[in-house]
Structures are given as structure tokens and as C-alpha cells.
């Protein structure tokens, strides 16, 4: 009767141990840095915005000397040619902001460059990490430097050394495990 009994407790948690599903989570900041085509992308576009930044800060500054020259000018100036320097101020403005939002806007060109350098390295990252959860048989991989908050992780489900060696990339350091 115990060998039965304890047949039937083996059997079922053999049984219930193959239904248990296999959790890991990715450090994605962690994987993109030790990506050298990332690290090019992102010095292309710190080099990118540094010089749309300045484009923008001589034109503002050449804004602002219009104002003070304005200022300045105001008391000697007639009625209309004030009115003709006011509006070339705003129009000035104006434009330094369309550009500014150009530049830097929700869908601007840096939004848009971000896309065509940035992009294509997330798919290959994601990619990896779909190919290798699948050959692996997890269930669920989380990434916890994204907007998923992760309270507890244990180290040892940390796989984004393997995401790395997955794609053929070398680490600088090795995460501790």
C-alpha cells in the first residue's frame, strides 16, 4: 500500500513539475550597451543633436540681439518702422520654433533618424530573445530595464549574456551571476 501510495505522489509530481512553466528577464539597456552598432548609432545622434542644439541656440541668440537692438532703437524709430521690426522679431521666432520642433519635435528628425539607426538593433535584439526563449522553453521572459517593473530577480534567471552570445557579440564585463 506505501509503494502504491508513493508511486502515485512520484507520478504526480512528475507530472506537475513538467506543467511548470521556465521565467527569465533581460536587461535590454544592459544587452543594447554592449551592442558596438548601438553605441555608433548613439554617438551619431549625441553628434546629430549637439548640432541641431547649436543651429538652435545662434538663432535664438540672434533673436534676442534683435530685441535688444529694438529695445534699444525704440524711442528714435517711427510708429511703422516699429511695428515692421516687432513683426520681423516674431516672425524670427516663429521660425526658430518650426525648427526647433522640426528638429526635435514628437515625429521629428530626430525621432526619424532615431527610428532608422535605433530601430533595426531592437528587432535583432528582439529577435534573439524570441529564438532563444523559444529553443529554451520559457514561457515568459521579462525585461526589467523597460517600464516593467521588476520588485525581485533573482540573478540566476538573468540570461542577457546568453541573448549576447546568441547574437554573436562579445561582453565587456560579464554580468554576475
Known sequence: MKKILFLI???????????????????????MQNIPEYNDAQAQLDELSAAWQQELEA???????????????????PDEMKRKREDAIVAAEKEAKDLQKKRFGKDGDMFKKRQE????????VFNAISQF?????????????????????DPKYDISDNILEEMGYSFNTKKNK
Do not use: C, R, W
Not at 527569465?24 to 539597456?29: I, M
Not at 526563449?133 to 530577480?153: L, P
Open 9 to 31: 505522489l512520484l507520478l504526480t509530481a512528475t507530472s506537475v513539475s513538467s506543467f511548470a512553466q521556465k521565467f527569465a528577464y533581460v536587461d535590454s539597456e544592459y544587452i
Open 133 to 153: 526563449a523559444t529553443s529554451k522553453n520559457y514561457a515568459m521572459i521579462f525585461d526589467k530595464s523597460g517600464s516593467v517593473t521588476v520588485m525581485f530577480a
Open 117 to 124: 539607426l535605433i530601430k533595426p538593433i531592437q528587432d535583432k
Open 59 to 77: 538663432k535664438f541668440k540672434s533673436i534676442d540681439k534683435m530685441y535688444k537692438d529694438y529695445q534699444a532703437e525704440s524711442v528714435l524709430l
